[in-house]
């Protein structure tokens, strides 16, 4: 039995925005289309992907089929779960993800950081990587308005 609705009908089209020069944020890739799309209008050649496998069973993600595109269309990914709005697993996992993200873009990769809401998990990480206190207002401001 499912606790919560499913969900992959009420998803139109991804959305991301970059926030430096080397690194996107946005909604979760769903399908091989979303992976091309990346890679062809931002640039992305890495993907830190911070959602759990509770996170793909609810939104009815091919885990295993998208890891395999990733590969195939040549773009480095990192599967760094983090729960969403869980303070303790933010606590214990932002370090080693804060890690993959600068680690990537020091290897000249555009990197894509996302999880399931985007806004928890991802203005933490943008904080801890040095984005400032003013840029992550902004992005957590313009995301609220859409």
């Known amino acids: 039995m499912l606790l919560f609705p ?12 970059e926030i430096l020069p080397h690194l996107h944020v946005g909604s979760c890739p769903r399908s091989g289309e979303d992976i ?3 890679k062809q209008e931002a ?6 992907n911070l959602q759990t496998s509770g996170d793909f069973t609810y ?3 091919d885990w295993p089929v ?5 590969h ?9 779960p983090i729960q969403d709005f869980n303070r303790e697993a933010l606590r214990e996992n932002l370090p080693r ?5 600068d680690g990537l873009m020091q290897n000249g990769h555009i990197v894509y950081v996302h999880c399931n809401v985007v806004i928890p998990v991802t203005l933490h990480l943008l904080f801890c990587l040095g984005c400032g206190y003013l840029a992550v207002r902004l992005y957590s401001h313009r995301r609220r308005k859409t």
């Open 59 to 61: 939104w009815e993600i």
């Open 72 to 80: 195939e269309a040549g773009v480095e990914v990192r599967w760094l």
């Open 36 to 38: 091309d799309r990346l």
């Open 43 to 48: 640039g992305v050649t890495a993907v830190v």
């Open 6 to 17: 499913r969900r992959q009908s009420t998803i139109i089209a991804m959305d991301h925005n």
């Open 97 to 101: 993800c804060v890690e993959a993200v």
């Open 66 to 70: 998208l890891e395999a595109h990733y």
